[in-house]
């Protein structure tokens, strides 16, 4: 009984990573209907950034705080700059585009940082842990980053509800057309989402490679946590991606407990069942 | 009293088809100009080229004194030009109340709060009250054309293109409609409306331009216009 409880908190923690890593695909995906093949690179690049911010401030905290304006400002001009210019009815534009920066991306990085893997000093977080009863502890770190997941998930659902930004991203998603003539620059708009996208994948670099250590080409494996817990809890809405993440930890979790080579396999088929049964998602959204 | 809108020599072509044909037009500050023309004449490429979904190939467009033929649509809209579309496009996705905020929002430029009394006045103005916290994409056409000039009018337009929102009404419900344009009309609100439905049409605009092939064929009061030879011929198909 308690190592069935341990594998669904383990799973549902790790799952927040998965999160983490799926929400800014997800915001993407619902606003301008953008697949990033890149996505799970930029988040080892900021793994990167913040490792190396560390080394300089001597803190990963303040690493995070001097990368959230950063990834938010890469973000913002790499939209406006290049991804706008891909963006149609033509998915094949931004598929190449993306597929082509992270070739570059993972090669930039193995110049730069070499093969090595390398992992954020987390000042011992990393191996702290609660002990909640004999053989049932909780790391603090994985608790942490299921934290954050829950407030990025609940804060992005709130900004898209609630306020006019959240509006402008859900009206130029809706029509375009419509939206230019209601006042709104789609392209200032998309820059702003993907800007956005860029704070989330700066916590999920940070905090991924808090936990573990990264390699420059890490990101592909990433990327497809991120598609399947997004697929998974039904394009557009955060509250599935969430879901969806949880979803993916806890099936990996258990696959790993009946043999550690079936973690990431029994993930996969669960996201292949999911195609199946439910290939709108968990929670799709009206449209 | 100057004119709001001018148009001056503009053209466009699709391909070799000429759509708009060296058009020059003016319009006062306040008046209702109404749009009449045989499908293909060029009266919804018209209203393109003054929202901005299309840019003239030859010729300028002032509004408000400004040049504005290059100027994409968000930034007309913000200076004053609203439009609604023959084909309401809603955002189905929002609530009817959304609709309004984000048109007022973006397109008058106001803050989040201000933009909630406008709103629920105009809904209240274009009969939407009650359908305030629909979904917009399960409305009725009747009410998917009311939220069009609704959402239209939230942007706070000194210019408000109609075209044929009458069409597909009942007899009754076009009346209701003329109503709401005379009543914008008395805010100060310039207009240009196409519209098939011509008594519609007659009951609000104060001037009448009839287009065919691009090109200006009639300008004028609306009972001259109706009554020339060449407008019955082209646009009613009489003998003349």
């Not at chain 1, 990101?219 to 955060?238: D, K, T």
């Not at chain 2, 044909?21 to 919804?44: C, F, M, Q, R, Y």
């Not at chain 2, 959304?98 to 201000?114: D, P, W, Y």
């Not at chain 2, 300008?219 to 060449?230: C, F, K, Q, R, T």
């Amino acid at each position: 009984m308690l190592s069935f409880l341990d594998t669904l908190v383990q799973g549902v923690l790790l799952g927040g990573l998965y999160a983490l890593f799926a929400l800014g695909q997800s915001l993407l995906f619902g606003v301008m209907r953008l697949t990033n093949t890149a996505h799970g690179d930029f988040i080892i690049l900021s793994a990167f950034v913040a490792w190396s911010l560390a080394v300089v401030t001597g803190s990963p905290w303040l690493a995070l705080i001097v990368l959230l304006p950063l990834a938010f400002a890469g973000g913002y001009l790499l939209q406006r700059l290049v991804l706008n210019g891909t963006i149609g009815k033509d998915p094949m534009r931004s598929l190449v585009v993306t597929f082509g920066l992270a070739i570059v991306i993972q090669n930039v990085l193995q110049q730069i940082y070499t093969a090595d893997p390398r992992s954020i000093d987390s000042g011992g977080l990393n191996t702290a842990t609660f002990q909640l009863a004999e053989g049932f502890s909780i790391g603090a770190l994985p608790l942490l980053i299921f934290a954050a997941a829950l407030a990025l998930t609940v804060g992005l659902q709130l900004l898209f509800d609630r306020t006019d930004l959240g509006r402008a991203f859900r009206a130029v998603s809706d029509d375009r057309e419509a939206a230019e003539l209601m006042g709104l620059d789609h392209r200032h708009v998309y820059a702003l989402a993907t800007g956005i996208a860029f704070l989330v994948v700066a916590f999920a670099g940070t905090l991924h490679g808090m936990k573990t250590t990264v390699s420059a080409t890490d990101g592909p494996s990433l990327l497809l946590y991120a598609f399947e817990a997004v697929i998974i809890g039904g394009m557009g809405s955060f509250y599935g991606t969430l879901v969806g993440g949880m979803l993916l930890g806890v099936t990996q979790d258990i696959g790993f407990r009946i043999d550690p080579g079936w973690g990431i396999w029994t993930g996969h088929v669960v996201f292949l069942g999911a195609l199946l049964l439910r290939p709108s998602g968990l929670f799709p959204r009206t449209r | 009293m100057g004119a709001i809108l001018a148009l001056d020599g503009v053209s466009k072509s699709y391909g070799a088809l000429r759509v708009i044909d060296g058009l020059s037009l003016a319009v006062e500050e306040g008046e209702t100009l109404g749009i009449l023309g045989p499908n293909g004449a060029g009266k919804t490429t018209l209203f393109n080229l003054v929202s901005g979904d299309v840019r003239a190939d030859a010729g300028q467009i002032r509004f408000g004194g400004h040049e504005i033929s290059h100027e994409p649509p968000h930034r007309r809209c913000r200076l004053g030009i609203g439009r609604a579309y023959q084909v309401p496009q809603p955002f189905g996705a929002m609530t009817v109340f959304e609709n309004l905020i984000v048109a007022a929002s973006f397109g008058s430029q106001k803050r989040e709060k201000e933009t909630y009394d406008s709103a629920v006045q105009v809904l209240g103005e274009t009969g939407l009250l009650s359908k305030a916290n629909r979904l917009a994409g399960t409305l009725t056409l009747l009410d998917r054309k009311r939220l069009e000039l609704a959402r239209a009018l939230a942007t706070g337009p000194r210019l408000l293109l109609l075209d044929e929102i009458a069409g597909g009404l009942t007899e009754h419900e076009a009346m209701e409609l003329v109503e709401e344009i005379r009543r914008i009309q008395r805010t100060g609100v310039t207009m240009l409306w196409i519209e098939h439905v011509v008594h519609a049409l007659l009951a609000a605009a104060g001037r009448l331009l009839v287009l065919d092939a691009g090109r200006k064929i009639a300008e004028g009061a609306p009972v001259a216009v109706m009554g020339d030879p060449l407008v019955q011929r082209v646009y009613m198909g009489l003998a003349a």
